[in-house]
Nanobody, 121 residues
């Protein structure tokens, strides 16, 4: 069935960069919106960025200028490039997919298991 698997997380020093990857399987996601979220301990899940099926990206103001979302439909992959990481970016990062071609919100249809990002000072 549909599966999203994140990778690329790890420990990084403040100011460093990471690129998270999300591999989608069990279907073709080229016609669907994709997104990244994160959740830190004791916090609610936080929207980071979404990219529509046509490649239009929206990045939350909280990380705009540091994070960028992209997709490679030929590979069924979506990426989150994170630059200038801060300790407060420490969280589990989740990939999500929507049945809609464009969607901004929290009601995505498919979710990955998450990948841990830890930023040290």
């Amino acid at each position: 069935q549909v599966q999203l698997v994140e990778s690329g997380g790890g420990l990084v020093q403040a100011g460093g960069s990471l690129r998270l990857s999300c591999a989608a399987s069990g279907g073709t996601f080229s016609g669907h919106a994709m997104a990244w979220f994160r959740q830190a301990p004791g916090m609610r899940r936080e929207f980071l960025a979404t990219i529509s099926a046509r490649g239009s990206a929206i990045v939350d103001d909280s990380v705009k200028g540091r994070f960028a979302i992209s997709r490679d439909d030929a590979k069924n992959m979506v990426y989150l490039q994170m630059n200038g990481l801060k300790p407060e970016d420490t969280a589990v990062y989740y990939c999500a997919a929507s049945r809609a071609s464009a969607y901004v919100g929290y009601d995505y249809d498919y979710w990955g298991q998450g990948t841990q990002v830890a930023v040290s000072s």
